[in-house]
């Protein structure tokens, strides 16, 4: 069984709709939470960085971590064309600097 | 610009015959990585560094080398590629105090006929 298990998608939503991206992950010594957003023929780029539990917001994105569910969510509000992508979730343990498991990624499609 | 280079972006060679693919990073970071990204396996490790001559094996180091001879320069080695080692590969970046928060290059694409 994976560490790190995410919603496979693919995923296609009209604009404008919220999206819900999802992660469950097994190793409870996880303590950073990220994502990656990763465009077609491009390197994964930082979108969201949380530690421990909680939620995180930046503009339209939300990233919500519950470590007694080991269950990490992104939400996308009012989505865009251009948000499009693939979605990466991404662990650490707080002792294990510079490595980190990722999910297999959830590709989005935001149709105008 | 603050980026992560890798060359070549496109690669195909053939069986056993060595190959290097380079990375560069002008962040000053002391970790960096590599990394494989397959359909349906998604991002797996192969090798990072914490710093200059300290390496470790991720979760596939086998048949790559690396070296970390220069803080900015981080090159995989295949030593003799076969055809299970085609895949996109991406070198990453971070530095001491935001660890967790990589920069990636833009990918190189290896086949191995």
């Known amino acids: 069984q994976k560490e790190v298990e995410q919603d496979p998608g693919p995923l296609s939503v009209p604009e404008g709709a919220i999206v819900s991206l999802n992660c469950t992950y097994s190793?409870?010594?996880?303590?950073?939470f990220m994502w990656y957003r990763q465009y077609s023929r491009k390197g994964p780029e930082l979108l969201m960085y949380?530690?421990?539990?909680g939620n995180k917001e930046d503009g339209r994105f939300t990233a919500q971590v519950d470590k007694s569910s080991k269950y990490i969510s992104l939400f996308i509000r009012d989505s865009q064309p251009s948000d499009s992508a693939t979605y990466l979730c991404a662990m650490s343990p707080n002792t294990n600097a510079g490595k980190s498991t990722f999910g297999d990624g959830t590709t989005l499609t935001v149709k105008p | 610009e603050a980026q992560v280079t890798q060359n070549p972006r496109y690669l195909i060679t053939v069986t056993g015959k060595k190959l290097t693919v380079t990375c560069s990073q002008n962040?000053?970071?002391?970790?960096m990585s590599w990394y494989r990204q397959d359909p349906g396996l998604g991002l797996r490790q192969i090798y990072y560094s914490m710093n200059v001559e300290v390496t470790d094996k991720g979760d596939v180091p086998e048949g790559y080398k690396v070296s970390r001879k220069e803080k900015r320069n981080f090159p995989l080695i295949l030593e003799s590629p076969s055809p299970n080692q085609t895949s996109l590969y991406f070198c990453a970046s971070s530095s001491w105090d935001r660890e967790n928060i990589q920069y990636f290059g833009a990918g190189t694409r290896l086949s191995v006929l």
């Open positions: 190793n409870s010594a996880f303590q950073y």
């Open positions: 949380t530690y421990s539990s």
């Open positions: 962040m000053n970071h002391e970790y």
